[in-house]
């Protein structure tokens, strides 16, 4: 005979208001199977859990229900007040009267008499509720960051200096990712690679981190503490072992007009190339689809030149399969190209520039060396017009958000152009500033007071192309909304931040949540903005929204804290909500007629086929096997299977059984 | 199209949402629609202050919009609707504005003579079911008195064989609609 | 190609030329034409600037007309016509107690059966190049093709997807050996029905038209909306009233310039109509000694 203990809890007015908890907990003393009923004014303060303790303890209880808020608040609460008296702690369950009913229903008899019904159900569960005890799973202590960008640099170094393995796949010849590409950042125009290259190198030469460039991931299967990833190292045609970094292979390449991605189209590249100088690791790659020896067998002038014989033509994509504890997804962002804008000419105006190519134009490093030069004719550009909001905030683009860093970077590019070009004229047409951070705002206001930058707040209809210039259709909303026509040399396009191609192949292929513009999601956009739905994998930086280097980085080092904190333990415990086959004696073994629907319905593929042999070897027979360590306790295999074979451990067949004969009864 | 419930909104807003749908508040005072409109330069109050004063609810900025040139200057070229980030139908509301000026006799002084282009150019097909250039002219410069507009180019039409003496007489194609709209 | 047509009310009055034009091509390009009975003006821009309802009913009469004829298309060779029948078609579809309403006002039946077409969605189709190859001339000439508003706008009507600079017309240009050249200008508006009581806004919108036309080098400026036409032909001396410099460049209907192409004289296509002079020829592609090809060189 069951001693169930039932606790309703007023929750102050949440419930107390509503329900009359009072009724409730003397109408349930009535209920076969309960040998104590009360109800208290907070269950979960230090006093209510002191009522539980006692009362298992003076009535021997061997189960517990708690009436109260949502087991997603306090399960855990009341579980471990329970297993403090030594009782298991899945022998006590909680009956929602919080948002199952005082919160959805107005104050009555019928409310109460629901709240009744509620706990009679959960205590006809709790009688058949069986012992558990958590599963433990070893927990791997290797990270894998996927995507070699500030963000997953930072991120890697912060586990690495923790003392823990760290692998860093990227999936571009040489990790640095958009910030390499820029000259000075905001708001103290350090120069990008100058903060960035040393981070680069750290990664590198570090022994905790094993960095693979040229890779991406294959798959990820497993579950936190125990992923197992497949990694593809796409062949760079190189002997990284062999090659020296001496550069004379890509000097000697004689194709050298290949668009460069790394300057966004204003440079160019042969087809073995480094992407830039300080290219982590500066070894080349050769780009296959370009080279001639791929496409028709001459050429090998690579091949012939190199002093440390380090080409290989017949390397081959080489997969590896590495076990790893979590994972942090640090893959980044893109930025519309100038022919997402119809109205600005459908990309044809070759002096209309986005922002990365205005950077690369900046940028010492760059393809006219850091002279502002316009990509038609090479001159020197001495009107330029910049235009914030290009695609961003715009549904009738399809991209509802704002990009967060353009107006920021849009004055600074401003800036940087009067410093370069003294007598040069500047124009921002922008509808809003959003200069949010430490320094931004006074940076905005520098480019406007002592650089001189006009800004003309109003949006740009057209841009065509007229005589070389390009003519400019604005409006200056704070002035009657008048036409402003300008005859610019060069127009940049502050375009909008946008997810990477191939992000939903890679969110599904890790069972990460993703939102309608592919950016990966958080768990929570408040209190847990580097988690995913997904235990174990982390986010961090502009893969998850478009921001600037100060909130990438303290993302990643966010996610860091993260996978540190799962790696400080050994092992992980595991909710035993698991289904489980039933086994019997032989010669039946189990009810289970090897039919395998469960298999084929199982969302995490945790089941798989067991073989039951005898003595001798001879298979008897075939059934389906549960692995705890994958299953998610979702119940799908126990609807399909038809000899009832299968069953969830703590939400079983007769005990939901008997929930819904305690309703109806 | 974004539609906020705008309970008993007895603005001119409020009327424009009626009769359209289009909810004002979605135009964030960008000036894409005044920078790209070709008829900007010569309009007293542009598109996108237009709407501005339409979001205020304020009577006295809605008379200035019902008595403004620039609504009856709006050529219905549909450029600002083709770049407009927020999808309003500026067109329509322009629309909606002209109807509800007439109905409030707040025409614009400078637009009676556009105002008498389309009472003409109506009644022209209201006669006739079809456009007659010379009854259309006709009815015009005698509502307006520019009697010596276009005389050269007319008898040039005329020789060219564009235009025509006499009217076709297709009333009865039209009878029925403009009968439904005296009843109404 | 069997297809209804509405020919609107410039058609028969001060674009007569287009009107001629496409019924002097239409049988050589196997394109059958059945028009409209008791066709009524579609309103303009008039009847939707003043009254909407009206607005309405006009363009809806015309089409419940080409339902009761069971025409499946109704071919609109005026853009502005085309813009006011399937903007009509549209709201219709859209609010029915306006399509009620309207139903009434017509006193015809409407379902909205009959799909509207313009002028290129005609062509396009029945210009392929084998059937372009029989043509016996030419038109080899630099161009810039003038689509002005209303054939691409507003998106919600007309879904075009490439708004800001269209090709269909640059399309039929080049079939018929043309070069279409780019330019500034296709989609700006011409002035509209300001002709009459703004007619310096015409001058000066048209000015800018004609400025980046000459400037880019084109011979003629290719139109399919008659007012388009009369704005940038009719108005000429206004445009150069207000720019103080002539302008000589002829504006042809995309129908003339296929017409030429298909071997008809000027006077079939009614070039002689227009206020500039349109003289630009097509380019025999066999050289003959007939009388006919004489005629037309």
Not at chain 1, 5 to 10: A, D, E, S, W
Not at chain 1, 86 to 107: I, T
Request: hydrophobic share 40%.
């Amino acid at each position: 005979m069951s001693r169930i203990g039932v606790f309703i809890c007023h929750c102050g007015e949440n419930i107390g208001a509503t329900v009359d908890c009072e009724k409730v907990a003397k109408t349930c003393a009535c209920l076969p199977g309960v040998e104590h009923s009360v109800d208290y004014k907070y269950m979960c303060s230090e006093p209510g859990q002191s009522l539980i303790r006692e009362a298992i303890k003076e009535k021997k209880l061997d189960g517990v229900v708690v009436a109260a808020c949502s087991p997603r608040m306090h399960e855990p609460t009341f579980r471990k007040a329970c297993a403090e008296m030594g009782m298991n702690p899945f022998l006590c369950e909680m009956a929602n009267l919080r948002e199952h009913c005082s919160w959805v229903h107005a104050k009555g008899d019928a409310t109460t008499e629901k709240a009744i019904d509620l706990v009679s159900m959960m205590v006809e569960k709790v009688k058949r509720n069986k012992p558990l005890n958590p599963i433990k799973v070893p927990v791997t202590k290797t990270a894998l960051v996927i995507g070699g960008g500030i963000a997953g640099i930072q991120a890697s170094l912060d586990i690495a200096n923790a003392g823990q393995k760290v692998i860093l796949i990227e999936k571009e010849p040489s990790i640095g990712g958009h910030m390499a590409q820029l000259s000075e950042t905001f708001p103290t125009l350090d120069c990008s690679q100058c903060i960035l290259t040393p981070r680069m190198v750290e990664v590198a030469q570090h022994p905790n981190i094993t960095l693979y460039t040229y890779a991406e991931l294959e798959s990820l299967d497993g579950f936190i503490g125990n992923f197992k990833a497949r990694i593809r190292k796409k062949a760079k045609s190189i002997d990284e072992t062999l090659c020296t970094g001496c550069g004379v292979c890509t000097t000697a390449c004689p194709l050298k007009k290949n668009p460069s991605e790394f300057n966004m189209g204003l440079g160019t590249r042969g087809a073995i190339y480094v992407p830039f100088p300080q290219a982590v690791p500066n070894k080349p790659v050769i780009d296959r689809t370009k080279c001639t020896y791929f496409k028709t067998g001459k050429c090998k002038l690579c091949l012939t030149k190199c002093p440390a014989g380090a080409i290989t033509y017949d390397q081959q994509d080489e997969i590896i399969e590495v076990p790893v504890g979590s994972v942090v997804v640090t893959t980044g962002f893109n930025v519309t190209g100038t022919d997402f804008f119809s109205e600005y000419g459908y990309g044809k105006y070759k002096d209309v520039v986005n922002g990365l190519q205005f950077e690369r134009l900046l940028s010492a490093s760059g393809p006219t060396l850091g002279e502002v030069k316009r990509p038609s004719d090479g001159t020197v550009p001495k009107k330029i017009v910049f235009i914030a909001c290009a695609g961003s905030r715009d549904p009738a683009k399809g991209i509802d958000y704002c990009s967060k860093i353009c107006c920021m970077y849009t004055a600074k590019h401003a800036m940087l152009y009067k410093h370069k070009v003294h007598d040069g004229d500047a124009t921002v047409f922008y509808m809003d500033i959003r200069a949010a951070g430490k320094g931004y705002d006074e940076f905005v206001r520098r480019a406007i007071e002592e650089d001189h930058v006009n800004y003309i707040r109003g949006r740009v209809s057209r841009i065509f192309e007229r005589n070389g210039k390009l003519i400019v259709r604005g409006a200056d909303t704070l002035l009657g909304a008048q036409p402003v026509e300008i005859e610019a040399d060069m127009v940049v396009l502050a375009t909008a931040g946008i997810s990477n191609p191939g992000s939903e192949e890679l969110a599904q292929k890790m069972h990460i949540s993703y939102d309608k513009y592919h950016f990966f999601s958080e768990a929570h956009p408040k209190v847990r903005p580097v988690e995913t739905n997904t235990a174990g994998i982390f986010l961090a930086g502009a893969c998850q929204s478009p921001k600037d280097i100060p909130d990438t980085v303290g993302q990643a080092s966010a996610a860091a804290s993260k996978v540190l904190a799962l790696f400080s333990r050994d092992e992980l415990t595991r909710e035993p909500v698991i289904a489980v086959v039933n086994r019997t004696a032989p010669p039946l073994f189990s009810t289970c007629v090897g039919c395998f629907m469960c298999q084929t319905a199982c969302p995490y593929g945790a089941i798989s086929r067991e073989e039951i042999k005898a003595r001798d070897g001879k298979i008897l027979k075939t059934v389906a096997s549960v692995n705890p360590g994958l299953c998610q306790g979702c119940g799908t295999c126990v609807a399909f299977c038809k000899s009832k074979s299968i069953d969830l451990q703590g939400f079983s067949n007769e005990q939901v059984y008997a929930e819904v004969m305690e309703l109806l009864s | 199209m974004l539609q906020s419930s705008h309970h008993e909104d007895p603005s001119l807003a409020g009327l424009v949402w009626t009769k359209t749908g289009i909810s004002v508040e979605r135009c964030y005072q960008c000036g894409k629609c005044s920078a790209g409109c070709p008829a900007a330069s010569e309009m007293d109050l542009t598109p996108s202050v237009v709407l501005r004063h339409l979001q205020t609810r304020d009577a006295d900025s809605e008379k200035k919009v019902l008595s403004s040139y620039s609504i009856w200057l709006c050529l219905a070229c549909q450029t600002c609707i083709a770049r407009c980030p927020m999808e309003v139908d500026l067109p329509k509301v322009m629309d909606v504005l002209r109807i509800e000026s007439l109905h409030r006799h707040l025409v614009h002084p400078k637009a009676k003579d556009i105002v008498s282009f389309h009472t003409s150019f109506i009644n022209t097909i209201k006669r006739f079911g079809r456009l007659w250039e010379i009854g259309l002219i006709g009815e015009y410069k005698v509502r307006t008195g520019h009697f010596l507009q276009d005389v050269a180019v007319a008898p040039v039409m005329f020789l060219k064989g564009k235009l025509s003496l006499v009217p076709e007489l297709h009333r009865k194609f039209v009878r029925k609609i403009f009968a439904a709209k005296e009843r109404a | 190609m069997k297809i209804g047509l509405y020919p609107g009310c410039s058609m028969d009055g001060s674009s007569r030329e287009y009107q001629e034009s496409l019924r002097a091509i239409a049988p050589k390009i196997s394109l059958e034409l059945e028009d409209v009975k008791e066709w009524n003006c579609c309103g303009a821009s008039s009847a939707h600037a003043i009254d909407h309802a009206l607005s309405l009913a006009l363009p809806a009469k015309i089409l419940a007309q080409a339902e009761a004829q069971q025409m499946k298309e109704l071919a609109v060779p005026c853009a502005a016509c085309y813009n006011r029948l399937a903007s009509t078609k549209v709201e219709l579809a859209e609010d029915e107690a306006m399509r009620m309403k309207v139903a009434k006002m017509v006193d015809l039946p409407y379902t909205g059966a009959t799909s509207v077409k313009n002028i290129l969605d005609v062509l396009t189709p029945l210009l392929t190049p084998e059937v372009v190859k029989t043509f016996p001339a030419t038109f080899p000439h630099k161009v810039v093709c003038y689509y002005g508003c209303l054939l691409v706008r507003p998106k919600s009507v007309m879904h075009h997807t490439r708004m800001e600079d269209p090709m269909e017309m640059d399309e039929l240009m080049k079939r018929i050996g043309a070069t279409p050249l780019e330019w500034s200008m296709k989609t700006e508006c011409c002035g509209a029905s300001f002709s009459i009581t703004r007619t310096d806004i015409v001058g000066t919108l048209g000015m800018n038209i004609l400025e980046d036309a000459t400037m880019r080098g084109a011979e003629a400026i290719i139109v399919a909306c008659p007012m388009c036409h009369s704005n940038l032909d009719m108005r000429r001396t206004e445009i150069e009233k207000v720019s103080g410099k002539k302008y000589s460049i002829p504006i042809l209907y995309i129908t003339q310039a296929i017409g030429l192409a298909l071997g008809c004289s000027p006077q079939q296509l009614g070039l002689q109509r227009h206020f500039v002079p349109a003289k630009i020829e097509a380019k025999l592609k066999v050289q003959q000694t007939t009388p006919a090809a004489a005629a037309v060189s």
